[in-house]
């Protein structure tokens, strides 16, 4: 299932993914250069809208992270059943359950960039890096 939910939203939330960080380094940009004009009501809109953006990405980010608790935690419970007292055709099925679940689901954006909190945090650095550095750039 976890599968199927990946080959379907892996591009379309990798073009969401992308879209929101175009859209959360525009606003940022747009806060920068707003901020020193004191407008205020341009700069808290602009602000509540990297916000939304940041916490629609946190959500993609704490579903992938929840896939992969989930299914190394279904991994780990399926190992520690008492297996080896089941009869044979039981057994067998056990190890096919613990052959597909070697490697954990993830939920991906594109098949290359993992979603989950680890990755969640390397975007946020990113964008306070640029947006520091977009700063300094125009105080010069």
């Known amino acids: 299932m976890c599968l199927h939910v990946e080959k379907v939203y892996n ?3 990798m073009c969401h993914l992308m879209n929101n960080l ?4 525009s606003a940022l940009m747009l806060i920068l250069t707003t901020w020193n ?10 602000g509540s809208t990297t916000i939304f ?8 980010s704490l579903v992938g992270e ?5 299914s190394e935690t279904l991994r780990y419970s399926v190992y520690n059943c ?3 007292k089941l009869p044979l055709p039981e057994r067998r099925k056990i190890l096919f ?8 689901m993830d939920f991906t954006a594109g098949n290359f960039y993992r979603l989950n909190l680890e990755n969640f945090k390397n975007i946020v650095k990113f ?4 947006f520091s550095f977009l700063r300094l750039s125009l105080n010069k």
Do not use: A, N
């Open 127 to 130: 964008t306070v890096t640029l």
């Open 37 to 46: 004009d004191k407008q205020m009501g341009q700069v808290i809109i602009f």
């Open 22 to 25: 175009c859209f959360t380094s």
């Open 53 to 60: 953006l940041y916490g629609q990405i946190f959500l993609y």
């Open 97 to 104: 359950i613990l052959t597909k679940m070697q490697k954990p």
């Open 82 to 84: 008492r297996w080896y």
């Open 11 to 13: 591009v379309v939330v």
């Open 66 to 70: 929840v896939m992969k608790t989930r």
